[in-house]
């Protein structure tokens, strides 16, 4: 018996057959006679000296050796195909494609993106919006933009950028905003909170760390983004809880303000790719982005 691979065209006519269940469909997908496909069947059990396949009425019914190599093989083809996709995909010119959601994009990345076009010109940025929908696993994304909680997933190259950090906003325009703005945190218990369901989890949290009881919270208006909360807030609708990078230029510019500060969370914004990307501008794109943190942090 065997210790060296088996011919390669003897296991895509297995992989065909096992995954269609079928040698016709599998020769019709490979392109040859249903012949050609029952000789590399058997020079496959030969090889490897078993059976894989016993005579099930007409057609063929895998053996227990049969699914565990149409399992492996399975995952090693596709393995195959993915790679050989993103390769033929990946050319000298080819933008990085960072995907983000929309509010991070709008109210961090947008106003910085001339910045980061004239200081990493050959990134060749292309960005991609979406909510909670993205995975740079999938062919046609380079990395990810998100903030997140650790342990990160083991096929992940993750670089940590900052400690997410939560606060609630409100606007100089809101009704209530000369009593709230001088007012200790407890006094949000009496305010209708503006929140979002993309992050539901942003006021119970900021609440256990300043010693509230997250259940005697009330809740106004929901949105179904973040974007779109901070919009509510800056419009004076009442008081929003956000991320402290997304509302910082709302900060500068006064059109929303923090009376509590921010809040660490367990949280960090993170690139994450993955580890099969071996793309040296993930690295340039992730020092590019602490400094902007950190100077928006020190700034």
């Not at 997304?246 to 993170?270: I, K, M, Q, S, Y």
């Amino acid at each position: 018996m065997s210790h060296d691979l088996p011919p390669l065209n003897a296991l895509r006519a297995f992989e065909a057959t096992a995954r269609l269940n079928s040698v016709s469909q599998a020769a019709e997908q490979l392109h040859v006679t249903h012949g050609a496909v029952s000789r590399q069947l058997k020079v496959l059990e030969e090889h490897l000296g078993l059976s894989l396949f016993i005579k099930d009425g007409r057609g063929l019914k895998l053996t227990d050796s049969g699914i565990r190599l149409r399992d492996a093989s399975s995952e090693a083809f596709e393995r195959l195909r993915s790679v050989c996709a993103e390769l033929t995909q990946s050319t000298a010119d080819a933008p990085f494609v960072l995907g983000c959601s929309g509010s991070l994009l709008a109210r961090w990345f947008i106003p910085r993106l001339g910045r980061l076009n004239a200081e990493l010109p050959d990134l060749r940025l292309h960005l991609s919006a979406s909510e909670g929908d993205l995975d740079p696993r999938k062919p046609g994304l380079d990395a990810l933009l998100l903030f997140a909680e650790p342990p990160w997933p083991a096929d992940m190259q993750v670089y940590e950028l900052a400690s997410e950090r939560i606060g609630p906003v409100l606007s100089p325009r809101f009704a209530r905003y000369e009593t709230l703005r001088q007012a200790p945190a407890v006094a949000l218990k009496s305010e209708a909170l503006l929140h979002t369901t993309s992050r539901p989890q942003a006021w119970p949290s900021w609440a256990r760390h300043n010693g509230i009881d997250a259940g005697e919270l009330k809740y106004g208006q929901g949105f179904e983004h973040l974007y779109y909360l901070l919009e509510a807030a800056v419009a004076g609708l009442g008081v929003a809880i956000a991320p402290e990078p997304l509302v910082a230029d709302d900060l500068c510019a006064g059109r929303l303000v923090a009376p509590w500060g921010f809040n660490e969370t367990p949280g960090r914004l993170a690139l994450w790719l993955p580890k099969r990307a071996a793309d040296g501008r993930a690295g340039q794109l992730a020092q590019w982005l602490q400094q902007e943190l950190q100077a928006a942090a020190e700034g």
